[in-house]
């Protein structure tokens, strides 16, 4: 399964943008990108997913490079509960998600 | 709609003991998958199903762990002669397609003394 590579841990103030990076230099043609995040104490949840094209949706913004080497999660305003750990996966065909540590994303008041 | 739900939601046992855990999907989700998280860690995945095809079940660690799952829906995760390092919070999750979003139970804690 192709990996990806995020930083540990990120913060980020209440009210601002939040990016988080990935790096999936390894992606195959057919690999969807998926984000998931885990709240403390929580079973993760789905934030988005995508192939190629940039994605939106209530929760958040997914900027995929042209080259879908790397990618990055817009959160457009964080709050407080968006602290979490954000998970960056890529899914086969056969659609098993492999997740590594994430991102530990704080967010200051 | 009803999440996917799973019990126990916390399961205490000795060494050696076999263990079940339960997971009801979500209704009409043909994918379902058994992940587990040991404390600090990310998921690890153990088993996914779909459909009627044969189950993937490239990420038990044991021959201690079994899973099934009956008529398509629940699915039993069980873990014969338990050892201390089965210890984790087992996750399930089911899908509507192979492709789509996942949506996970709240776990089960499992302890083992």
């Known amino acids: 399964d192709a990996k990806t590579t995020q930083p540990n841990s990120m913060e980020s103030n209440e009210e601002e943008p939040v990016h988080l990076p990935c790096n999936h230099s390894t992606i195959s043609g057919t690999d969807y990108i998926h984000w998931y995040r885990q709240l403390p104490s929580q079973g993760p949840e789905y934030v988005i997913h995508?192939?190629?094209s940039n994605v939106n949706n209530r929760m958040a913004s997914l900027a995929i490079a042209e080259d879908r080497k790397s990618s990055t999660l817009i959160l457009h305003r964080a709050t407080l509960r968006d602290a979490a750990v954000y998970y960056c996966i890529l899914s086969g065909a056969n659609s098993k998600l492999t997740f590594g540590k994430g991102i530990t994303l704080s967010v200051r008041p | 709609g009803a999440g996917v739900s799973q019990s126990p939601s916390n399961k205490v046992t000795e060494k050696g003991k076999d263990v079940e855990l339960r997971c009801d999907p979500i209704?009409?989700?043909?994918?379902l998958y058994w992940y587990r998280q040991s404390l600090g860690q990310g998921l690890e995945f153990l088993i996914y199903?779909?459909?009627?095809?044969?189950?993937?079940k490239s990420g038990l660690p044991s021959d201690r762990f079994s899973a099934e799952r009956t008529g398509g829906s629940v699915s039993t995760l069980t873990i014969q002669r338990t050892q201390q390092e089965d210890s984790a919070v087992y996750l399930c999750?089911?899908?509507?397609?192979?492709?789509?979003?996942?949506?996970f139970g709240p776990g089960t804690r499992l302890t083992v003394l």
């Open positions: 995508g192939l190629t």
């Open positions: 199903f779909q459909g009627n095809s044969a189950p993937d």
């Open positions: 999750a089911s899908s509507l397609l192979r492709t789509s979003e996942q949506f």
């Open positions: 209704s009409g989700h043909t994918a």
